[in-house]
Structures are given as C-alpha cells and as structure tokens.
C-alpha cells in the first residue's frame, strides 16, 4: 500500500522563498546603481561620483563622491588664477542601471582641461607670451566649439622643443593657423568666445 506523500512544513517553504527574495534584492541594489565622472569648468577639479538607486527610480539613497585635482589645476592654484567659487559639476562620461552610458555638457569641454598634455601647454603659454595670449586661450578651453581645439594645439606643442620665447610664439602661430583651419572645416562658421584678463575658466554655453 502506498503512502502518501509527506509535505514539508509550511516554516521550511518559506527559508528558500525567503533566500531568493533577498538575492534578488541585492542584485537589484547594486544593479540599480550608477557611476560617473564630472569636471568643474572653473578650476578643472574633478569628481567620480556613484548613486545607488532606489530600484526602478532615478531617486539616489546613498551617494558616493571622491574629489581630485588634475594637473591644471594644481597651475591654476599656484598662479592664483581661479577665485573661490562653488564647483559647477558637469557629468563627463558613466555608466547607469544595466550599463546604460551616460554622457553629459561635460564632455565637450573635458578635453581641454583634463588632457595631460593640457597643463604643460598652459605653463609654455604662462611663461612665453602675455596676459592677453593667455586669455585668448583660457576663453577657448571650456567653450563647446574650440575645446578640441585647444586640446590638439596642446597635443602638438607638448611634442616639441622650443629653444625660446620667440620660438614657441612663432610655433604656437602655425600650429594655431593649422588646428584653427581644420577647426572651420569642420563647423563652419565659428563662434568667438569672449576673452577674460586676467585669464579665468569659465563654461560658456555655445549661442543659439
């Protein structure tokens, strides 16, 4: 004669419901979370940032945040050039829930302020010209349209030797006109940005 079957007690059903429940749980925690990487536009300080998310929300519980300074704004704090200000975050790069990418403002004008070869660029510029070639620059580093610009001017003079001030002028004036004509090529019609002396960074959104 058969016997029946024995069922497990309700107490012992619940342990692995319970279990799954809570694996569950902390996959969506540190799914739901998201990690990026802003700059501030004045003084070229950045940031790495992570938000944990209450799930299926954009609402953080917990955030994380870790401030650095590059190379530039170490110049920048050395020569006095950027007064106190509260920190204009602009998101960079990240990654959110499901390795969704993020991109933000930030990432058009990042290049020319986090760039390693940014930071010696502007101690040549500091060293050999004036204030008012100074601030030309400056005004180009965090405008949308020339950030590149500078950027690979930067790239160019960093590679090279200048035996004197009038050397780098004289280089930093061709490698410009280059950079400058491929720059046009490119957009077309270029928005001048206003130049600020003595030299500050500052975002400056392109005009509509």
């Known amino acids: 004669m058969n016997r029946p079957r024995e069922k497990l007690p309700l107490p012992l059903l619940a342990v692995p419901g319970c279990f799954a429940l809570l694996v569950a749980g902390l996959l969506l925690i540190f799914w739901y979370r998201i990690e990026y990487f802003e700059v501030c536009p004045q003084c070229a300080r950045m940031r790495d940032v992570q938000e944990w998310l209450v799930p299926f929300t954009r609402s953080s519980y917990y955030t994380h945040h870790e401030v650095g ?16 200000h509260e920190h204009q975050w ?4 990240g990654v959110g829930p499901g390795s969704h990418e993020l991109t933000g403002e930030g990432v058009r004008v990042a290049p020319a302020l986090i760039t390693p070869s940014v930071a010696p ?45 009038a050397a780098f002028r004289d280089r ?37």
């Open 69 to 84: 300074d590059s190379a530039l704004t170490t110049l920048l704090d050395e020569w006095r050039y950027v007064d106190e």
């Open 172 to 208: 930093l004036r061709q490698i410009a006109d280059d950079e400058r004509r491929l720059l046009i090529e490119r957009l077309g019609r270029v928005h001048e940005p206003e130049t600020r002396t003595p030299p500050r960074l500052l975002y400056q959104r392109p005009p509509r």
């Open 90 to 93: 602009l998101l960079v790069r």
């Open 121 to 165: 660029f502007v101690s040549l510029l500091h060293q050999h010209t004036d204030a008012e070639t100074e601030a030309y620059w400056f005004a180009r580093m965090t405008h949308p349209h020339h950030a590149d610009f500078v950027r690979n001017v930067a790239d160019r003079c960093a590679r090279e030797q200048f035996a004197d001030a």
